[in-house]
């Protein structure tokens, strides 16, 4: 990850994932210096986490980065097979203030992201 900084995390995919994710999340966003997008970034890590849960698997894998004063969220579900994810998922990230977010699934389950300003 060339000229960004990053940081990941592996969840239990259980209730309170999402909100270990948040915490995570916001704790570092504030440590390299964006304390402006809390509550943005907060509700998009919650849908992205609780989505990846509801896949069913065993864990499941939360990555950040920035550059350019943006924080890109992944979520990765460790489910295989699965059918692309419930159709009002990206509209809610979008809807949060993400300035792009996507979700597609692979060998390693299904992985969702956004792109937030901050």
């Known amino acids: 990850m060339a000229n960004r900084r990053g940081a990941n995390w592996s969840l239990e995919a259980e209730p309170w994932a999402a909100g270990h994710a ?9 440590e390299w210096g964006y304390t402006r997008a809390d509550t943005a970034a907060s509700e ?3 849908i992205l986490v609780n989505s990846a849960v509801g896949d069913g698997g065993k864990r499941v894998s939360l990555h950040l980065a920035d550059q350019n004063r943006q924080a890109l969220m992944v979520v990765l579900s460790h489910q295989p097979g699965l ?3 419930d159709e009002t998922v990206l509209p809610r990230i979008a809807e949060l203030g993400a300035t792009s977010c996507g979700t597609d699934t692979s060998e390693d389950g299904r992985r969702l992201w956004a792109v937030l300003d901050l």
């Open 22 to 30: 948040r915490k995570n999340v916001i704790g570092k966003l504030h």
């Open 44 to 46: 998009i890590v919650t």
């Open 83 to 85: 059918a692309v994810t």
